[in-house]
């Protein structure tokens, strides 16, 4: 691959999403954080704006008249989002947040087990964990004997073999996440789900970062459930509401945490003692949707739809890949590459290890380039598709290179978690 400046601006100039960074407001010179945190669109704010000023016009009239109907926006934004999880309108919903949604969604199909195994990662984001214990502990059984641990053979990777291997029909349940969040590996959803089927297991897994840059195909596949964030590469807003997927087969189980907002939609306000959930996702909404947490996704969404998705995810494979090789033709052997070089084997973002990476990762800021560290040596750039050009991605690198041929970094003196 030509990794000359030249030819990144040629790169940029054939680019069809050239556009869409148009719409976006990036906070920094060359911000490659968005597996974390994603910037404010145009369309996000004016998404807010909106509801704001619908509160100011309707007040308590809002619930049934504003523009979608507040009532149903859970719902709302549910059929926006089943189409990138690849899943049918009624089994997605937005609601809460991931953590409660991982709780919910696990204790559901925890429910009436008499003696429970989950199989979960060491590589994980701990949330997914923390959740899946407390459901085992609130259920009175020891997590550790209940857990079943597929242990990563490189420190960076999990391998599906490895997860076949520990499944037997004593597991009850498969909890992993799509991608990791260190090193970026994009798991086999389609092996791993019908290898937890073969034993009877439910399924689910944690999209928090792959969706709105990885397609999925979730009911086809026969996913038993699914958690997201609408942070990362959805672009909508710090504390922004989460999603989550149900397949069908699942909607007439009681939620574990039953809350009023999931009761069925047409007796709702009828104010009934007695619960009775929604027979579709809204069912796992527990309390009254945030709008103003919702509606930065509804514009956010807009972007993304326009765009395409299969699209967004060609020109992350690029990226991705221009990065890879611009690390391996620019950088020294101090630095090497910590996700996987296949690109089918990839989500959005890249880990680049240096033994210094907390370090250097403090000298990129003060550059104006915003990625992030993750302990113990790793440096995540994350090129997004639809605000961040070729030529970013070769600055990113030039810059990186100055700052480990200067030793610029050395002058950092980490005091505290810099995560």
């Known amino acids: 691959m030509d990794t000359t400046r030249e030819a990144a601006r040629e790169r940029d100039a054939a680019d069809p999403l050239a556009e869409y960074r148009d719409r976006f407001d990036v906070p920094d010179d060359y911000y490659v954080d968005g597996n974390s945190l994603g910037p404010l669109s145009d369309d996000a704010e004016d998404a807010l704006a909106r509801v704001v000023e619908e509160w100011r016009d309707l007040g308590i009239r809002g619930w049934t008249d504003a523009n979608p109907p507040w009532f149903r926006y ?3 934004l549910g059929d926006r989002l089943a189409p990138l999880v690849g899943a049918r309108d009624h089994e997605v919903v937005a609601a809460n947040s991931t953590t409660v949604n991982i709780h919910t969604l696990v204790g559901t199909l925890l429910n009436g087990l008499d003696d429970p195994l989950v199989l979960v990662d060491e590589l994980n984001f701990p949330t997914d964990t923390y959740a899946v214990r407390a459901q085992l502990r609130n259920r009175g059984f020891d997590p550790d004997a209940h857990t079943v641990v597929v242990e990563s053979s490189d420190g ?21 996440p799509s991608v990791l969040y260190r090193s970026g590996q994009l798991l086999d959803l389609e092996r791993i789900t019908e290898a937890a089927h073969a034993h009877d297991a439910y399924v689910g897994f944690d999209l928090a970062h792959s969706v709105g840059v990885v397609p999925h195909d979730l009911h086809a596949l026969g996913v038993d459930f699914a958690v997201w964030c609408s942070y990362k590469y959805l672009n909508a807003g710090p504390g922004s509401i989460a999603g989550l997927y149900v397949h069908e087969r699942h909607h007439e189980q009681t939620p574990a945490l039953a809350g009023w907002w999931g009761h069925e939609k047409d007796t709702q306000f009828e104010m009934r003692d007695t619960y009775t959930h929604a027979e579709t996702a809204g069912a796992w909404q527990i309390g009254t949707v945030p709008v103003f947490a919702a509606a930065p996704l509804d514009g956010s969404l807009d972007v993304v739809h326009d765009a395409d998705i299969d699209a967004i995810r060609e020109k992350s494979l690029a990226l991705t890949d221009y990065l890879i090789d611009l690390v391996d033709d620019r950088l020294d052997d101090d630095f090497s590459i910590g996700s996987p070089r296949d690109p089918e084997r990839r989500g959005g973002h890249v880990a680049i290890e240096h033994p210094d990476a907390a370090r250097i990762t403090e000298a990129m800021k003060d550059r104006g380039i915003v990625g992030d560290f993750r302990p ?10 639809l605000y961040t050009r070729f030529e970013d991605v070769y600055d990113v690198i030039e810059e990186l290179r100055d700052v480990a041929e200067t030793e610029g970094y050395r002058e950092y003196a980490l005091d505290g978690d810099v995560t």
């Open 74 to 76: 859970g719902e709302h």
């Open 376 to 385: 113990p040596n790793v440096f995540r750039v994350c090129p997004s598709p």
């Open 156 to 176: 960076r990777t999990i391998d599906e073999a490895d997860v076949e291997a520990a499944l037997t029909d004593d597991v009850d349940l498969v909890f992993l």
